[in-house]
Nanobody
Framework: QVQLVESGGGLVQAGGSLRLSCAAS????????MGWYRQAPGKQRELVAI???????NYADSVKGRFTISRDNAKNTVNLQMNSLKPEDTAVYYC???????????????WGQGTQVTVSS
């Protein structure tokens, strides 16, 4: 069993900052990509930012220059520093990991339970 546990969501005023953290634990053999997706009410889940084990990153255009993703491979953690938050950033944020549980099994996507981020205007 693998668990992805998020922390750090909350309520913040526009222009403020929040830091999300996610820790992966359990029977993990290796993790390729880790990242964050978000889903606002009535909208589809969308990629926010993703980082590979080698440190390559990809960001949604809407967050470039405001959000920074980082990762600790040794601890299986990923963080998202969110600055200059806007009301349109309001959503449930989900931690994502593409991982395998043993040397002879395929990678598969796993998700956290989600953490609410609310940005007031």
């Amino acid at each position: 069993q693998v668990q992805l546990v998020e922390s750090g969501g909350g309520l913040v005023q526009a222009g403020g900052s929040l830091r999300l953290s996610c820790a992966a634990s359990g029977s993990i053999f290796s993790i390729n990509a880790m990242g964050w997706y978000r889903q606002a009410p009535g909208k589809q889940r969308e990629l926010v930012a993703i980082i590979t084990s080698g440190g390559s990153t990809n960001y949604a255009d809407s967050v470039k220059g405001r959000f920074t993703i980082s990762r600790d491979n040794a601890k299986n953690t990923v963080n998202l520093q969110m600055n200059s938050l806007k009301p349109e950033d309001t959503a449930v944020y989900y931690c994502y990991a593409r991982l395998s549980t043993s040397w002879n099994t395929s990678m598969y996507p796993d998700w956290g339970q989600g953490t609410q981020v609310t940005v007031s205007s």
